[in-house]
């Protein structure tokens, strides 16, 4: 713009928000000054010279000068050097217009404006405490240090929110959210006393920001004068936190997720009308739509060849949903319980087991622990089996998913049809086949196939105690057992299973259906690499106890490192099916007995407090057939606590492993479940594997069947 001989008057314009709320400035909001016309300009030239002004100037200009723009810098201030005039000033910033205002500018003037843009925003907040009584948003200015304090934003309406960003900031402190770009944040004060001050920014995309603060005190605790005797007393060696404890939590939380009474819920809910899910529960309840959905697609594609089994046909179908939703770790809703409510269910598991508890939470911290593999994320140790087969490509879709595609795409086909499946590659299905083998030897299995026997009217000795067992057909449970017999081609036999169990475990069944048994490859070295480790434990937990020690994970870390190496060279060839096909084989089995018409049928024990409603069923039959009286209960706590540490030794990334730390961390955080597992097998087979708590004493690696046979005799000489 040509500004010869035009004289200038300076404008300062502050752009501010609704001072009904405070006067909040805005940066980077856009100042527009359009002027009016030739005669004002006159009248503004001719009021300058009243003044006593005498420089010369033109008055010409032309359409393009009529309108000046500018952002406001970080003080909210547009300055601007226009020709004198009349002006009319406008403001805007995301998306709001202010009112317009007139200005009129003379020669070396040096006006100063204030506009007001409703952006109405501002911050409500409260101390989450007993002192601050009220809502949530209560406003306390001051509350003992510990106290939580929730921050929210508001603003005008008009402004949609994908124009905008939120940021949150403190000067001390830290948020509970690892997204600090939310509406809504959670401050932890703990250890921190004095003024905190706490601002949040909305900033347009690429434009306007604004920035609102709150002063909040945190008051130093009261003191408490103790008299008396004064206790001091030593802690734990503290450890520092690893990503594997993310990864560890959410194969806890999933194997609980795939227990029976879960799994009893949801099959009430499908067939019963249960009661529904509530997602604020947790992650479980979180999946039951996508169970429901994955059984939908299933009952449509799932037929069986013979008549009258549609009752069953559904439950099979219902089942596999189930089970092949809550086997995958990364399955949506991720296996965490949510950050909103925090300390939640896991972080108090931690803090039980005295494990840093991460600031980012579990979620976050379990997607740090996973590897990024061609543009996915997946698990350490499937990533570096990926990077075994670097010219193998990814197969994205399976066989039954596969889209025809045109003739000029052959290379493609043929790419498809060939690779790594994706699916098995970023989510596998968690499951362990020695939940399936303590339930086997817990006779689960046999106990069900005694009754379908005896449904068929064949005797099973001279004197059958299932003699009088008669199912009328007026009940659900007639039927079913119907198509369950039916489907008995269709399952897996004792001696496919047993086979799978020594591939994978080096473990095998005893008895007269798996005679004549000739395995190819066998984990002969497993079980005494497993207890040696359960063994290395009992020792770590002693030292770990003693305050005044500190623990060596050394040697549980080699121990770690061997089962994995054992474990990794079994995981071929049925491995990838067979687990989750005996899974739902049995947990059909499991709901089948927990009907209440076997309450009727068979004479439990009802004064025993079971956790589960089939387990007394498989003992009274036991009972009944002159079995181990045993109880299957520690069979169930076999198998669950293996399945637990198993799935945390076979998929971590242990084999470069090489600091202790991770090992000192899991022997910690699966404590529970090695001394749970300890004493049921102390319990099933006499063999007590914390007897002699020294790192180099030698365990047993006796068979379990071996030593379940050796009890039963002893068992029946006794009575």
């Known amino acids: 713009m040509s500004t010869k001989n035009t004289q200038l008057g300076k404008v300062t314009i502050l752009v501010t928000d609704d001072p009904t709320v405070q006067n909040t400035p805005i940066r980077n909001a856009w100042v527009t000054l359009t002027r009016r016309g030739k005669e004002s300009a006159e009248q503004a030239q001719q009021k300058s010279k009243t003044k006593g002004g005498v420089e010369e100037h033109s008055d010409e200009y032309s359409c393009e000068e009529k309108i000046y723009r500018k952002e406001t810098n970080e003080d909210a201030l547009a300055i601007l050097e226009v020709p004198c005039g009349d002006y009319e000033i406008c403001c805007e910033a995301f998306g709001i217009v202010s009112k317009k205002a007139d200005i009129t500018v003379t020669q070396d003037s040096c006006l100063t404006r204030t506009i007001v843009i409703p952006l109405q925003f501002d911050i409500e907040w409260g101390a989450l405490a007993e002192n601050c009584q009220g809502t949530e948003f209560n406003q306390c200015i001051q509350a003992d240090a510990g106290t939580t304090w929730v921050f929210s934003v508001h603003h005008n309406l008009t402004i949609q929110p994908g124009n905008r960003k939120i940021r949150w900031a403190t000067t001390r402190g830290h948020f509970y959210e690892s997204d600090t770009a939310r509406d809504m944040v959670h401050l932890s004060t703990h250890g921190h006393v004095g003024e905190i001050r706490v601002s949040a920014t909305m900033s347009e995309i690429g434009s306007a920001s604004v920035t609102k603060e709150i002063p909040v005190f945190s008051n130093q605790p009261p003191i408490t004068n103790v008299e008396g005797n004064l206790n001091v007393s030593l802690t734990r060696t503290e450890t520092s936190f690893t990503e594997d404890t993310a990864f560890w939590t959410g194969i806890r939380n999933s194997t609980d997720a795939l227990s029976f009474n879960n799994y009893l819920r949801f099959m009430d809910w499908v067939f019963c009308g249960g009661k529904p899910p509530n997602p604020k529960n947790g992650f479980e309840d979180g999946r039951f739509i996508t169970k429901k959905e994955e059984y939908d697609r299933l009952k449509i594609q799932r037929f069986l060849p013979f008549a009258d089994s549609d009752a069953y046909r559904v439950m099979k179908a219902a089942t596999e949903a189930f089970v092949m939703v809550n086997c995958g770790v990364q399955q949506e809703p991720l296996p965490f319980d949510p950050n909103t409510n925090r300390p939640n269910r896991d972080d108090a598991y931690l803090n039980r ?205 080699n121990a770690l490192k061997e ?77 669950m606590f293996g399945e637990q540490l198993l799935l945390s030794i076979r998929w971590g990334h242990w084999s470069d492993e090489f600091e202790p730390v991770k090992a000192l961390n899991w022997a910690r955080f699966f404590r529970p479940q090695v001394q749970g597992y300890i004493h049921a097998y102390r319990a099933a087979t006499g063999v007590d594997l914390s007897a002699d708590p020294t790192v180099n004493a030698r365990v047993d690696s006796t068979l379990p069947s071996v030593l379940l046979q050796r009890r039963l005799a002893s068992q029946q000489r006794a009575s």
């Open 353 to 557: 087991r005295d494990l840093p508890i991460p600031n980012v939470g579990l979620s976050t911290a379990f997607d740090q622990y996973l590897v990024p593999v061609n543009g996915d994320k997946t698990l350490p140790y499937l990533a570096v089996i990926r990077r075994k087969l670097p010219d193998i490509p990814i197969k994205t879709t399976l066989f039954e998913n596969a889209v025809p595609r045109n003739q000029g795409d052959l290379a493609e086909i043929f790419d498809n049809c060939f690779g790594l499946l994706q699916e098995k590659l970023e989510n596998p299905c968690l499951l362990e086949l020695i939940w399936s083998y303590w339930h086997e030897e817990g006779m689960l299995v046999q106990s069900m196939n005694t009754i379908s026997r005896r449904f068929q009217n064949i005797r099973s000795s001279v004197q059958d105690p299932l003699a009088n067992l008669e199912m009328d057909p007026l009940r659900p449970l007639n039927n079913l057992l119907w198509s369950y017999i039916q489907d008995e081609p269709h399952r897996l036999t004792i001696n496919r299973r047993n086979y799978e169990y020594d591939h994978h475990y080096g473990l095998r069944l005893e008895g007269k259906a798996v005679q004549n048994f000739s395995p190819v490859d066998t984990r002969s070295k497993f079980l005494e690499a497993f207890h040696h480790l359960l063994r290395l434990c009992t020792v770590f937990y002693k030292q770990d106890d003693d305050t005044t020690v500190k623990a060596d994970a050394f040697p549980v870390l």
């Open 563 to 639: 089962v994995h190496l054992i474990l990794s060279q079994g995981a071929h060839n049925q491995f990838g099916d067979l687990p989750s096909s005996a899974r739902i084989e049995m947990l059909m089995q499991q709901w089948l007995l927990a009907r209440p018409e076997f309450r009727e049928l068979l004479p439990t024990r009802i004064m025993v407090a079971y956790p589960e409603p089939w387990m007394d069923r498989v003992d009274a039959m036991k009972k009944l057939q002159g079995w181990t009286d045993t109880s299957v209960l520690h069979f169930r706590n076999l198998g």
